[in-house]
Nanobody, 120 residues
């Protein structure tokens, strides 16, 4: 599975962005996909995940503001980010794995990062 993340950019606080994670591979629809972020000087954290069956997980730091979804016909997973805050500034990565436990932080396949910068 090859993953391509896109959609990052510079946005003002309170604004919105939608990240996309496009994948190759006919079995992508069965994969669990997660979005991670890593801010400078901080550890990478799992912020959202979606199973092959559509079950979702959102970390407390983004609950109610970010929404993960998938369009299997397009082999794409999205992360809709609303009410962005300066502390959301980070490099965002998508990842995929065949294991389905939604909170598992281990993933076998990774995309390149996309920078999200939120100005105050």
């Amino acid at each position: 599975v090859q993953l391509q993340a896109s959609g990052g950019g510079l946005v003002q606080a309170g604004g919105s962005l939608r990240l996309s994670c496009a994948a190759s591979g006919r079995t992508f629809s069965s994969y669990r996909v997660g979005w991670f972020r890593q801010a400078p000087g901080k550890e990478r954290e799992l912020i959202a995940a979606i199973s092959g069956a559509g079950a979702t997980y959102h970390a407390g730091s983004v609950e109610g503001r970010f929404t993960i979804s998938r369009d299997n016909a397009k082999n794409t997973v999205y992360l809709q980010m609303n009410s962005l805050k300066p502390e959301d500034t980070a490099v965002y990565y998508c990842a995929a794995d065949s294991r389905q436990y939604i909170k598992l932080a281990q993933y076998d396949y990774w995309g390149q990062g996309t920078q999200v910068t939120v100005s105050s």
